[in-house]
């Protein structure tokens, strides 16, 4: 299957800068040397605890942030470092859920207004009535009625605010779309009406997405295939199947045994694994794995720098003794 995005050795670092003359101290590497394909048709899960510097991925690949370093295939083509003009282009095919809808919407503009700034910016319509058409399929295909077009969203709930959200992400008919933490800020039952759309509209326009969360029920039902980040590094990446099957790097194995147990079952098997240690500062992280210092499988050799290695296909593990622990 055709991947629609290839990521390769992407870095952002931010200066940190002090002083008097406020010069650079030194960066805040908040992604450091990650790579990832995303299949076209499928969701890539991007998972961590927060700071971890997934939020910022998204943003980078999207051209939201400039990249340090690294290339940014869009179709093949390097989108990293192109001119503004022809981002504006790309930017239709590739569109963004932010996590706060509350924040996330113009107040100012009604829902008409939000959803049709896209098609105008675009130039996809001829005019006002084709315009209208379309913002009210629109509206109608994630669950809101034509009538609440002129409203403005502060009239709305989180979870018909999230609805406004998708329905201006996808009015530009994206093929790639990033939900960063797109369902954490609403209510559980709300949370599985927005996954339903996004897997509908998924169906219904063949959408590619990049699902950024922390919540791993939400990937594991959602997701494709996963991928853990640690730090601003991924640590492990694999199908679902893998990752939620056979966890191979100790934070991975963490991570998971935070997941609340719903089943007797669930709750007999799962061994919480209680991490030691202080997170250490993306300013000035370790030399080698970045998770030694709460590690408790580390060994000497932990304290030199790693790279991604594949357990079996498709599944790579930044760890030395993955095989070790999994076994």
Do not use: W
């Amino acid at each position: 299957m055709e991947n629609i995005v290839e990521v390769e050795h992407l870095k952002k670092y931010f200066p940190v800068k002090g002083g008097f003359i406020q010069h650079t101290l030194g960066y805040m590497q908040a992604v450091d040397d990650i790579s990832f394909r995303i299949r076209r048709g499928s969701v890539m899960g991007l998972v961590g605890e927060s700071g971890c510097g997934k939020s910022t991925a998204g943003k980078t690949i999207l051209g939201l942030t400039p990249a340090t370093e690294g290339r940014i295939l869009f179709h093949g083509e390097d989108i990293a470092n192109v001119n503004k003009e022809k981002m504006h282009e790309i930017r239709r095919k590739m569109q963004i859920v932010f996590q706060d809808p509350y924040s996330s919407l113009d107040p100012r503009m009604t829902v008409y207004d939000l959803i049709s700034e896209g098609m105008k910016a675009q130039k996809m319509v001829s005019g006002r009535a084709e315009l209208e058409e379309k913002a009210e399929a629109l509206m109608e295909k994630c669950g809101l009625f034509k009538e609440q077009g002129l409203r403005y969203p502060h009239q709305f709930s989180g979870g018909q605010r999230q609805r406004i959200s998708i329905a201006r992400a996808l009015a530009t008919e994206p093929e790639f779309v990033v939900c960063d933490e797109a369902v954490s800020a609403l209510d559980v039952s709300i949370q599985a009406q927005i996954i339903n759309l996004l897997k509908d509209m998924q169906e219904d326009m063949g959408l590619t997405y990049l699902f950024i969360s922390h919540d791993l029920h939400v990937v594991r039902f959602i997701s494709d295939d996963v991928a853990v980040m640690y730090l601003g590094q991924i640590v492990e990446m694999g199908s679902k199947e893998q990752i939620f099957s056979t966890p191979s790097h100790p934070y991975t194995k963490a991570l998971l045994s935070a997941t609340p147990a719903f089943t007797k079952k669930e709750k007999a098997d799962k061994k919480r694994v209680l991490l030691e240690g202080d997170l250490p500062t993306p300013f000035n992280p370790p030399a080698g794995c970045r998770f030694a210092g709460r590690c408790p499988y580390a060994l000497d050799a932990c304290k030199e720098p790693q790279k991604l290695t594949e357990l079996e296909q498709g599944h790579l593990v930044m760890c030395h003794r993955a095989k070790d622990i999994t076994d």
